[in-house]
T-cell receptor, first 112, second 112 residues
Framework: DTEVTQTPKHLVMGMTNKKSLKCEQH?????MYWYKQKAKKPPELMFV???????INESVPSRFSPECPNSSLLNLHLHALQPEDSALYLC???????????FGPGTRLTVL | QQPVQSPQAVILREGEDAVINCSSS?????VHWYRQKHGEAPVFLMILLKGGEQKGHEKISASFNEKKQQSSLYLTASQLSYSGTYFCGTEFYGGATNKLIFGTGTLLAVQP
């Protein structure tokens, strides 16, 4: 199984809502990533988990809260988002060093 | 820190060749190449490691000049399916896990 799954595919939320994005992989990868991608821009790294521990936080606002419950799952909890947070959120997984990353299809988030 | 790609965009006829360049201002552990079609997730093409090791698709070739911190992706005998946005990703030491920073992107359109 070489697939990374993400749910939901689309999400519309208000600025006062709390929602979560979910990512799952069963490839035995020990690194998992969250990226944010705006239209016509490259993916922008947000967080990296390595062996279920947060190893990189790219100075992301606290309204984004990552969680890695186990080696296969990665969540991104959203609270009090701003309209400028609307984007495609991509999850990826790989081995922690110098290895190809497998991307999920993404969640397209719209904040009203 | 973000790698710079050139050209920004290129239009080809089927069967023509193209070269996409990626340049970084920082020392690299590796260079990754991904292709992203509109509305889809990035797909891994190739990884080039310091020391000359490479891993990727057979029909894709690339080079990595460690001293100049540059990489080039060579697309030969292009097909319609090659259309998409190509991103290089440069891997930097991030502590427990390296982090991948994507380049500015190159939009490739292959026409019949």
């Amino acid at each position: 199984d070489t697939e990374v799954t993400q749910t939901p595919k689309h999400l519309v939320m208000g600025m006062t809502n709390k929602k979560s994005l979910k990512c799952e992989q069963h490839m035995g990868h020990r690194a998992m990533y969250w990226y944010k991608q705006k239209a016509k821009k490259p993916p922008e790294l947000m967080f990296v988990y390595s062996y279920e521990k947060l190893s990189i936080n790219e100075s992301v606002p606290s309204r984004f809260s990552p969680e890695c419950p186990n080696s296969s799952l990665l969540n991104l909890h959203l609270h009090a988002l701003q309209p400028e947070d609307s984007a495609l959120y991509l999850c990826a997984s790989s081995q922690p060093m110098r290895d190809e990353q497998f991307f999920g299809p993404g969640t397209r988030l719209t904040v009203l | 820190q973000q790698p710079v790609q050139s050209p920004q965009a290129v239009i080809l006829r089927e069967g023509e060749d193209a070269v996409i360049n990626c340049s970084s201002s920082k020392a690299l552990y590796s260079v990754h190449w991904y292709r992203q079609k509109h509305g889809e997730a990035p797909v891994f093409l190739m990884i080039l490691l310091k020391g000359g090791e490479q891993k990727g698709h057979e029909k894709i070739s690339a080079s990595f000049n460690e001293k100049k911190q540059q990489s080039s992706l060579y697309l030969t005998a292009s097909q319609l399916s090659y259309s998409g946005t190509y991103f290089c990703g440069t891997e930097f030491y991030g502590g427990a896990t390296n982090k991948l920073i994507f380049g500015t992107g190159t939009l490739l359109a292959v026409q019949p």
